[in-house]
């Protein structure tokens, strides 16, 4: 009987340390204690505030770092890029820019930015914290140089495009904002690019062991420089919409979201050492970190307790992937 008992307990801490299961569990602790703590939580008008070009945003950076993360790196600069990036966009348009060239500039930017973290970290071997802590610092200041520090509206003195993207951006199809939709088409985008292609299997491949997957044939670089264009690109994404949606920008404005987003990533099981990890559990992270936002918000707590919130999450994911890697490896070792 105790074996059974013994085995039994064993498949339950089993499927709980599953990523996704993990992943799930905090979101409905959170939830129901919201719920307790404040009816409010599950109104309709409430439940649709989460679906707005915030959560969009931050899940958009999120699906960008996952790729870097799984991959075996960091990027601590996605934050302070869409600053920069959402503040070109609208110092362009009050320039009487066309609509296309606002965003081709923002692509450029992020990109551009991306990649300088890949030529750091792959080219010259810096550590890729230190790399993309430099770039973030480079992204802060241009922020600040576009208007003196001063935040942008695209809402009056721009071209009629301009002022019709930002409507279309405004609107909410089925109660969503059209940037949450573009986020979960894109978590299932990546799902499959990570799950189903071949390169997907060497982002995993590379994550976890760089030396083991370049002596299996893989170019490590290449791929390395693949998932930081990607982190470039989702960033550029989040940054339209954000801008498209709110019709302006402000020098700090996604500066303090670096470490939401490696939150959320973490909580929703991808391996902070790289190599494992998906898209869905990062889409429950990201709605985790959301809740916890919105909880504060109703319960009319001092917004800087959000950060409390996040470094406990992160601290609590690091646990649980500390856990997991000695349950699947530890016996070996």
Known sequence: MAKENGAASGRLLKFILIPEVTSIMPVLVVAIAATLLNPVFLTGSN??????????????????????????????????????????????????????????????????????????????????????????????????????????STSYGVRDSVLRFNEVMGRKPLGMSIGCVVFIIMIFVAQFILKKTAFGRRVYAVGDNRRVAKVAGIRVWRVRTACFTIAGVMTAIATIIWVGYYSGCTPSQGNPWVFITVAAVAMGGVSLKGGSGSMFGVFFGVLLMALVYNLITLLGINANYQNVFIGVFLALAVVLDTVRREKTLGKNI
């Open 47 to 152: 439940l649709l505030t989460l679906t707005t070009s915030l959560i969009a945003s931050w899940g958009l950076l999120a699906v960008g770092q996952a790729f870097v993360i799984i991959s075996g790196g960091i990027d601590v600069s996605l934050g302070t890029t869409l600053s920069f990036a959402g503040m070109l966009f609208c110092y362009l348009a009050r320039n009487d820019a066309p609509l296309i060239v606002c965003i081709l500039a923002v692509f450029g930017v992020c990109v551009g930015m991306s990649l300088l973290n890949s030529l750091l970290i792959l080219r010259f071997d810096v550590w890729p914290f230190v790399a993309t802590m430099s770039v973030q610092y480079v992204g802060k200041g241009l922020a600040n140089v576009v208007n003196y520090g001063a935040e942008m």
